[in-house]
């Protein structure tokens, strides 16, 4: 059931959906795949986080710790749809949409629900196009999969962040006091 979220009247999109391989601003041969089953990628996945950077924590995420990251993960994995950027066969970025609903049976229908979005990219790989590559990719395979509303949240001084959910079709819809909330609508990628 859709929640009380504004959602822009007309859909973004279509996006591209995964995999690909496209080369990122630096020359580097970067792999973006759709997980199927969050487990096939858990270890590259929590492995990448355990490399993040605390200072580019997020409202509280990524966890710290290697046992806090799988913990983190596999509560969030199992009804997530999650979008992989891959450098030489190891993780370097991760985007998910979560259900934003506490009945697993409306996931399990695809019904009408909101899902959230949060991207992360290694320190390393940031300001070469892969957060962009991953954002298109990740609305791209929710679109495959019948997802229509995404929002999310972003702290408001986070320019950078704030100008690519702009540029792919995401609009502001309210603020906190240190957040920006942000929405889009997807059109079906078909």
Do not use: C, K
Request: hydrophobic letters at 35%.
């Amino acid at each position: 059931m859709v929640g009380t979220r504004q959602y822009p009247d007309e859909p973004s999109g279509p996006f591209p959906s995964p995999p690909t391989t496209r080369e990122d601003r630096e020359g580097r041969s970067i792999e973006i795949r759709a997980l199927e089953a969050f487990d096939d990628a858990l270890e590259d996945v929590v492995e990448m986080y355990v490399q993040f950077s605390p200072e580019d924590r997020a409202q509280g995420i990524p966890p710290t710790g290697e046992d806090r990251i799988r913990n983190w993960l596999e509560t969030i994995g199992g009804d997530s749809v999650n979008v992989v950027a891959y450098h030489d066969e190891s993780a370097v970025g991760h985007a998910m949409l979560v259900p934003d609903t506490e009945d697993p049976s409306a996931i399990e229908d695809n019904a009408d629900i909101e899902w959230e979005l949060a991207i992360f990219v290694l320190q390393d790989y940031q300001r070469a196009g892969i957060g962009t590559q991953l954002l298109e990719h990740l609305l791209g395979h929710a679109a495959d999969v019948g997802i229509e509303r995404v929002w999310l949240t972003v702290e408001r001084w986070n320019n950078p962040a704030i100008a690519l959910y702009e540029r792919v079709g995401f609009e502001s819809t309210g603020t906190e006091s240190f957040e920006q909330e942000m929405a889009i609508r997807l059109s079906d990628s078909n």
